[in-house]
Antibody
Framework: EVQLLESGGGLVQPGGSLRLSCAAS????????MDWVRQAPGKGLEWVSV????????YYADSVKGRFTISRDTSRSTLYLQMNSLRVEDTAVYYC??????????????WGQGTRVTVS | QAVLTQPSSLSASPGASASLTCTLR?????????IFWYQQKPGSPPQYLLK?????????GSGVPSRFSGSKDASANAGILFISGLQSEDEADYYC?????????FGGGTKLTVL
């Protein structure tokens, strides 16, 4: 069974930093691209970033480009999101999601339970 | 204008059918995109329902009932999630998603009420 367990969320002041982690299990981590998607309170889904299975290709939403960095550690089967220069508008639940395939753009089929980030 | 537009809400009766639309912005041809659909219930993460590009390029999510199906309306430049035999448990938010310009884009979501 695929499991995605996010951690690292919390309360941070504007301008601060956080690193989110997503521990993956139940599938071949090196065969799937991975994404971060967020959801502000009472709002819809907003895609944040994707990293290919190899880690060689990354893409970011314009709203986080230059501030957030996605990475993955295959030895730990863990996905990361380093968030710097945080803004109030980054407040959201952050989900990690497993892609349907090796590359970005292949759809997301499994999601974690999310970790809450509050910037205030 | 948003890339993907969904009606904010839709109501239907138990046992009836519902068509949820996802309209692509003018200039973006629905025929060239795979459209992904997700269901989200309060307090839970989204669940993958299906993807649809054409009748020969589609996939049902694992364990997703066949009551859920995808299609397109080329004349409206829209993707459609069709739910037949509505049940109370289908009450949820539904999101469409496409890969556009090297980014995932979500529609604003449709809140489906079954009453």
């Amino acid at each position: 069974e695929v499991q995605l367990l996010e951690s690292g969320g919390g309360l941070v002041q504007p301008g601060g930093s956080l690193r989110l982690s997503c521990a993956a299990s139940g599938f071949t981590f090196t065969s799937s691209a991975m994404d971060w998607v967020r959801q502000a309170p009472g709002k819809g889904l907003e895609w944040v970033s994707v990293i290919s299975a190899s880690g060689g290709t990354t893409y970011y939403a314009d709203s986080v480009k230059g501030r957030f960095t996605i990475s993955r550690d295959t030895s730990r089967s863990t996905l990361y999101l380093q968030m710097n220069s945080l803004r109030v508008e980054d407040t959201a639940v952050y989900y990690c999601a497993k892609a349907l395939g090796y590359s970005s753009g292949e759809g997301l089929d499994k999601w974690g339970q999310g970790t809450r980030v509050t910037v205030s | 204008q948003a890339v993907l537009t969904q009606p904010s809400s839709l109501s239907a009766s138990p046992g009836a059918s519902a068509s949820l639309t996802c309209t692509l912005r003018s200039g973006i041809d629905v025929g060239t995109y795979r459209i992904f659909w997700y269901q989200q219930k309060p307090g839970s993460p989204p669940q993958y329902l299906l993807k649809y590009k054409s009748d020969s390029d589609k996939e049902q999510g694992s364990g997703v009932p066949s009551r859920f199906s995808g299609s397109k309306d080329a004349s409206a430049n829209a993707g459609i999630l069709f739910i037949s035999g509505l049940q109370s448990e289908d009450e949820a938010d539904y999101y469409c998603m496409i890969w556009h310009s090297s980014a995932w884009v979500f529609g604003g979501g449709t809140k489906l009420t079954v009453l």
